[in-house]
């Protein structure tokens, strides 16, 4: 309770500090993406649907007479969900470049993981929802509701260097059958340099996860580390990434905990009003029932390409492929591709 009555205390004297204006400036963006996905599962008939992704999200500034910025945005999302995005905190920037997110303001070493390209498109493939194998280089991080985040300026300690440094304390919610976050520490950083022609960006995190659930506690709690880098020549863009870590599940995974690693490697080229995107990624994992030494391996390989082509200004026509060949406790499980052909409109 002192925790989470001193950072109460500390965002409402550094908000009440400063002079503000009456009303703050809005600006509002978002996108409508909407298109048809065709699916060949390896274990039933090939289906299609229509995948649409509808965003609205109005941003809040105002700057104090001090230079400080102070802002939050929320979020109407698309109309396929029950409720609205009303969870993200505010955001203090201090005229020496600095920021500080306060409420929500999430994990330290997921702010700096690299991009990987991959497909643009909105297709899926569906696997075995035992499988705990992950793909993205994030999947270690974790934090809860009553957390900070502070990232430095830029050139902090060197040219090129960024770093954010987080933690969040217990969120609150009872202990139960699953696991739930009870706090967490991170530490990540970005460095970008010149190599020749290439800008060559270097991203890298480590995070450590405290958590709990009723009855049996977890033997390797969640966290882990990543690192990537990422080449930028002309218009070309080739990336790698790796991830080692520790997670345990939620909803139907949530009595099992998991160590795995991912491998993550993609090109992107810029041609006129194209845009070509390939990508693998390969995530191999060991799960176990919590509490456990022992357990059976799970792994995904993904495959996934795209085209886009710029249509005109802020809307982008999108043909994309995915393939995944993935097993589930050590034998070959429901896998298959999968096609996108849509259209985003962004503004």
């Known amino acids: 309770m002192k925790k989470e009555l001193l950072m109460g205390t500390a965002l409402v004297s550094t908000l009440g500090a400063a002079s503000v204006a009456e009303a703050v400036t809005a600006t509002m963006s978002g996108n409508h993406q909407t ?6 599962p390896s274990a039933s008939t090939d289906t299609n649907a229509q995948r649409s992704d509808n965003n ?6 105002e700057t104090t007479d001090g230079g400080m910025t102070i802002s939050s945005s929320f979020m109407l999302m698309n109309e396929n969900a029950a409720a609205g995005d009303v969870d993200a ?29 991959g497909s ?34 830029a050139d902090f300690l060197a040219d090129g260097l960024k770093m954010s440094f987080s933690a ?5 919610e009872t202990a139960g059958a699953t696991y739930r976050i009870d706090g967490h520490v991170a530490i990540g950083a970005t460095y970008v340099t010149d190599l020749g022609d290439s800008s060559v960006t270097i991203g890298a995190g480590w995070s450590e996860v405290d958590g709990s659930k009723t009855a049996t506690a977890p033997a390797n709690d969640t966290g882990g580390f990543h690192v990537g880098l990422s080449a930028v020549t002309g218009d070309l863009t080739v990336a790698v990434g790796f991830a080692d870590g520790n ?5 139907v995974k949530g009595a099992k905990e998991m160590t795995g690693e991912v491998v993550k490697a993609g090109v992107k080229y810029v041609t006129g009003d194209l845009t070509f995107n390939v990508g693998i990624a390969s995530g ?12 059976s391996s799970d792994a995904k390989d993904v495959t996934s390409a795209s085209v886009s082509y710029a249509v005109a200004s802020g809307v982008t026509a999108i043909l994309g492929y995915t393939s995944v060949d993935a097993s589930d406790e050590g034998a070959d499980s429901t896998d298959g591709s999968s096609w996108y052909i849509g259209a985003n409109m962004a503004f």
């Open 35 to 40: 298109g048809i996905e065709f699916d060949s």
């Open 56 to 61: 609205f999200t109005v941003s809040l500034s």
């Open 89 to 117: 905190g505010f955001t203090l920037a201090f005229t020496d470049g600095s920021k500080l997110d306060v409420i929500n303001a999430g994990n330290a070493s997921g702010t700096h993981d690299i991009s990987i390209p």
């Open 120 to 153: 643009a498109g909105a297709e899926t493939v569906t696997t075995a929802t035992s499988n705990s194998a992950e793909t993205g280089l994030d999947f270690a991080t974790g934090a809860t509701k009553q957390g900070v985040e502070y990232h430095t300026a």
């Open 168 to 172: 969040s304390t217990d969120g609150g």
């Open 247 to 251: 997670k345990v599940g939620t909803g």
């Open 284 to 295: 191999d994992s060991t799960d176990l029932t919590i509490g456990s030494v022992s357990g």
